[in-house]
């Protein structure tokens, strides 16, 4: 998948229903070796290592953040802001968060 270079402007990322920033759990070292938890910014590329004893869960939760959102910020911050998975309201925000939240099940 080619990663795009267009720079969305914050007010139309806004509109989409994103957060200034979202959390997302890195308990599989994946995003970063250290971190149980690493932050993405809206419009921004890539993500911040947080080094907390709170879940990803726990501090979107106390922001607001629905696990959509959640989704559509990592995958913006991945593959483009422009791109239809950075919309929390696109099918593909939602179907990684229902898969994510079927895969929790499994493990429980």
Not at 73 to 90: H, K, R, V
Not at 92 to 103: G, H, N, S, T, V
Request: aromatic fraction near 8%.
């Amino acid at each position: 998948m080619k990663v795009s270079s267009v720079k969305v402007q914050d007010e139309v990322l806004i509109a989409r229903g994103l957060p200034a920033v979202a959390y997302v759990c890195n308990g599989s070292k994946r995003y970063h070796p250290d971190a149980q938890v690493i932050a993405v910014r809206r419009g921004e590329t890539g993500f911040y290592p947080i080094y907390t004893q709170a879940s990803a869960d726990s501090l979107n939760e106390s922001e607001g953040v629905t696990g959509e959102q959640r989704e559509a910020m990592l995958w913006g911050s991945m593959f483009g802001w422009d791109t239809p998975g950075a919309n929390p309201n696109s099918e593909i925000a939602k179907k990684l968060y229902q898969d994510m939240r079927e895969a929790r099940e499994d493990q429980a």
